[in-house]
């Protein structure tokens, strides 16, 4: 009765499915860094990083550009290079003796490592959240205070008194603490005790805000809380976040760096690296396959 | 990144799903195949007992749509599928829309074909422009399935070109049809039939184009919707 049934269903239609190159082969042919480095107003400028810890390379060769009003998230399995990259970027990297960072890197032009700078004032500049949360132990307005006391931001008791409001409202902690500045920090939950840290940072004007997994040790509605205000942080400040988590790159960033083996694989728009990634080690770490 | 490696998960159990959806859009492209082919035959060899078989045999085509759909709705929100995992989605979604809709047009041949058994009537002078553009869109739905299968751009943008003849028989067969209908209005009920069963085959070419434009999607990740075929010739060929 039906005429060529049999033969529709029994062609064979085997899809073309040859051996994945070795992911190693696809590292070795790795040249440079697919997609575009540089930022359309950028914030921070590396080129041709390398790090080294003692004889030991962590990082080879990255050029990445940190761009204003944007999140910027860096991708890629651990031991990639990525947090290196971050702590290079506010010389967190100097308290360790055997670091050595060669390669330039600027903020607003100025040269990162030169003889003039000073990384303590550095760190003012661009600040730093770090994956748990490490209030000092002091109370909730001590801790805020820290960093403009220090800084000498202050000229009186008033005027500090301004700046904690003000950056615990910005990380958006203030109606919850409003009555109990004098609390210990440590007396707050995780996800509190995250955006205390976040208000610390804050309060001393950072022109960058770096975030190292600052939400790994949240449960989902406090991880939710800190992607929305990194977010409305992206106003005003340059953002780098390193993450575990793909969704978490894909939802708070627009654009994102895949790092492996401490190289830096693949730069683009998030939408793109999402859904059409250029590079097959980003298409396999991002889709979760063997590499 | 021309290839999906549907079995390099770290995830098993990811894998198999993927693998049992594409099988399953597979199955489907069959069995719509197998309708057409079916309404097809029904309408040329005026076979009335295969053409309500190929209308009563829709529901198939509709339930896997349904069920694959389903299974789709599974992995987005197990899985968060990302990238040539994410466009196989999309894909597939898409992809079974169409052929669902082919499959309503195969059940517009059956029904028709039983309602022109009725009709007295002869249609000797149509058979043989049936039967060509029938031909026609029965070897672009089959090809636009292969590319879809083998992930074959190059053969995606060569089928869905082939729709310009698709429309340039409808046209002419319409044509016909429609000096026929003014020399004989007696006969229009039969020969507005006769049109639906060549407008249904004329769609099921359309249907076909977009399946192939779906696999550039996959595999490229480029959408060349609404895009000239020079254009898209000059990037991927």
Not at chain 1, 164 to 190: I, M, N, Q, W, Y
Not at chain 1, 212 to 240: G, M, W
Not at chain 1, 265 to 281: A, K, M
Not at chain 2, 148 to 160: H, S
Request: proline share 3%.
């Amino acid at each position: 009765m039906s005429i060529v049934a049999d033969d529709i269903l029994h062609r064979p239609r085997h899809l073309d499915m040859p051996l994945k190159d070795d992911a190693t082969d696809a590292f070795e042919r790795l040249t440079g860094t697919v997609g575009d480095v540089t930022a359309d107003d950028p914030k921070m400028r590396t080129a041709n990083v390398d790090v080294f810890y003692g004889a030991k390379q962590a990082i080879h060769d990255v050029s990445l550009d940190i761009g204003n009003n944007e999140v910027i998230a860096m991708i890629g399995p651990s031991g990639c290079g990525k947090s290196t990259f971050l702590r290079c970027l506010n010389r967190m990297n100097d308290t360790i003796p055997s670091c050595r960072v060669t390669g330039s890197m600027s903020l607003d032009g100025e040269d990162l490592y030169g003889a003039e700078l000073d990384p303590v004032l550095l760190r003012a500049r661009v600040g730093m959240v770090f994956q748990k949360p490490n209030p000092f132990a002091k109370s909730i307005y001590d801790n805020v205070a820290y960093g403009p006391r220090i800084h000498g931001l202050a000229s009186n008791r008033a005027e500090l008194d301004d700046i904690v409001v003000d950056s615990l409202k910005k990380a958006g902690l203030h109606d919850e603490v409003k009555d109990r500045f004098e609390a210990p920090g440590t007396s707050l939950s995780g996800g509190q005790q995250q955006r205390l840290c976040i208000a610390r940072t804050i309060a001393v004007s950072p022109e960058v805000i770096l975030m190292d997994e600052p939400c790994s040790a949240l449960d989902p509605i406090a991880t939710a809380r800190i992607e929305e205000l990194i977010d409305e942080l992206r106003q005003n400040y340059a953002i780098a976040i390193v993450t575990h988590s793909m969704q978490q790159a894909a939802r708070v960033s627009q654009r994102t760096a895949y790092f492996h083996l401490g190289k830096l694989v693949e730069v683009g728009d998030t939408n793109q690296v999402f859904t059409n990634p250029r590079h097959e080690l980003t298409e396999n770490y991002i889709t979760g396959r063997f590499g | 990144m021309d290839k999906l490696h549907l079995d390099q998960h770290i995830s098993h159990q990811f894998n198999l799903e993927l693998e049992e959806i594409r099988n399953k859009v597979l199955k489907m492209g069959g069995l719509v195949e197998q309708q057409v082919a079916n309404g097809l035959s029904a309408l040329l060899e005026a076979d009335g007992e295969l053409g309500a078989l190929v209308a009563q045999n829709d529901f198939e085509v509709n339930a896997l749509e349904v069920e694959i759909d389903e299974e789709c709705t599974h992995v987005l929100a197990r899985r968060q599928p990302a990238a040539s995992d994410l466009r196989l989605i999309v894909t597939v979604i898409k992809v079974i829309t169409d052929l669902e809709r082919v499959g309503d047009e195969a059940e517009k041949l059956g029904r028709f074909s039983v309602d022109l058994l009725a009709s007295s009537e002869e249609m000797p002078g149509y058979r043989k422009d049936l039967r060509h553009l029938g031909e026609l869109v029965r070897s672009m739905l089959g090809d636009a399935l292969d590319a879809f299968a083998r992930l074959d751009v190059d053969a995606a943008i060569r089928t869905a070109a082939r729709d310009d003849d698709v429309n340039r028989e409808y046209e002419t067969l319409e044509r016909l049809l429609a000096t026929h209908l003014v020399e004989d209005p007696r006969q229009v009920s039969k020969l507005f039939k006769i049109t639906w069963c060549a407008r249904a085959l004329e769609r099921i070419g359309d249907h076909s184009v977009n399946i192939c434009e779906y696999v550039v999607y996959l595999v490229k990740g480029r959408d060349i919707r609404h895009t000239s075929f020079d254009k898209v010739r000059s990037e991927f060929l």
